[in-house]
């Protein structure tokens, strides 16, 4: 069973920074999506950042320039570098990661959520 496990987050002033990391029990040498996801309480979530296997990256709407998304294969981690943190970018943010296990298995796996918020 593949697990992903959060940290990271909290509270930030605007204009701050915050780098959310995303543990994989499996590793992420090989995988279909990686991506990051924000949710606000009552709204549906929303795509923020994706990494593509071929390296290319996402970054919707007003997270292009302030979002990166990186990984480190070695320590089976994603992360998310949010810059120029604004207080529309307070969310609870969650991690994704699809792929084929060696055996076949499909998996669609998230991380357990860690709250952002962004204020003074």
């Known amino acids: 069973q593949v697990r992903l496990v959060q940290s990271g987050g909290g509270l930030v002033q605007p204009g701050g920074s915050l780098r959310l990391s995303c543990a994989s029990s499996?590793?992420?040498?090989?995988?279909?999506?990686m991506e990051w996801y924000r949710q606000v309480s009552g709204d549906e979530r929303e795509l923020v950042a994706g990494?593509?296997?071929?390296?290319?990256?996402n970054y919707p709407g007003s997270m292009e320039g302030r979002f990166t998304i990186s990984k480190d294969n070695a320590k089976n981690t994603f992360y998310l570098q949010m810059n120029t943190l604004k207080p529309e970018d307070t969310a609870v943010y969650y991690c994704?990661?699809?792929?084929?296990?060696?055996?076949?298995?499909?998996?669609?796996?998230w991380g357990q959520g860690t709250q952002v918020t962004v204020s003074s």
């Open positions: 499996l590793s992420i040498l090989s995988f279909n999506a």
């Open positions: 994704n990661l699809r792929g084929t296990t060696v055996r076949g298995q499909r998996y669609d796996v």
């Open positions: 990494l593509a296997p071929s390296g290319r990256t």
